[in-house]
């Protein structure tokens, strides 16, 4: 299936900085999903892009899919302890394909 | 609460000796998957299933088995565990429309050591 790339796997952020991770296809996707797990728990929705450009808002977190519909970003302004977890993307074809995952350590 | 339920929850087995992870979903939901977990590799899938009696390979499927005989369930077999099935095992549903455009509920994950 196809496959989508994430980087950077792990990403240690002062509180209160932002920070973003990236999700990269080598062809159009047709959706992305965000999911967020916290350490020791299991994935959990987030968001899902579908339209070329889209940007979505979520009190701090910020969603973006690529013009060319190959990347998305997320975006997390003014981090805090409570983003710490590991933020997947995924394609959304049943056959589920994830990214590796971005792994989120926050500093006080 | 709506939920995705699998049991059990952790799990510490032997080479060979045939064990069974359930999940139920109790949303109605006619897709249903499952997932491993590996560090470093992110989530895989390893079957899923559009609707009852309707399965499908994802991108793991060997050493496993599935059956959906009910929307509400859908139980992963491992016929003869190996050492290389060790990993945190996840189940999800969600509902059918599109090409996966909705989202997936996932179960509160199963750790399977296999030694």
């Known amino acids: 299936g196809q496959q989508v790339m994430q980087i950077p796997q792990y990403q240690h952020v002062q509180e209160g900085e932002d920070f973003t991770t990236y999700c990269n296809s080598s062809?159009?996707?047709?959706?992305i999903q965000w999911y967020k797990q916290r350490p020791g728990g299991h994935p959990v929705f987030l968001i899902q892009?579908?339209?070329?450009?889209e940007v979505k808002k979520q009190k701090r977190l910020t969603f973006q899919f690529g013009e060319a519909k190959k990347n998305s970003s997320l975006h997390i302004t003014a981090t805090q302890t409570t983003d710490v977890g590991t933020y997947f993307c995924?394609?959304?074809?049943?056959?589920?394909?994830f990214g590796a995952g971005t792994t989120v350590t926050v500093r006080a | 609460e709506a939920q995705v339920t699998q049991n059990p929850r952790y799990l510490i087995t032997v080479t060979g000796k045939k064990l069974t992870v359930t999940c139920s979903q109790n949303?109605?939901?006619?897709?249903m998957s499952w997932y491993r977990q590996d560090p470093g590799l992110g989530l895989r899938q390893i079957y899923y299933?559009?609707?009852?009696?309707?399965?499908d390979k994802g991108d793991v499927p060997e050493g496993y088995k599935v059956s959906r005989k009910e929307k509400r369930n859908f139980p992963l077999i491992l016929e003869s565990p190996s050492p290389n099935q060790t990993s945190l095992y996840f189940c999800?549903?969600?509902?059918?429309?599109?090409?996966?455009?909705?989202?997936?509920?996932f179960g509160p994950g199963t750790r399977l050591t296999v030694t």
């Open positions: 999800a549903s969600s509902l059918v429309g599109g090409r996966g455009e909705y989202e997936q509920y």
């Open positions: 062809t159009t996707l047709s959706n």
């Open positions: 299933s559009m609707n009852v009696e309707v399965t």
């Open positions: 892009l579908v339209k070329s450009g």
């Open positions: 995924a394609l959304n074809d049943y056959k589920l394909s």
């Open positions: 949303m109605n939901h006619e897709y």
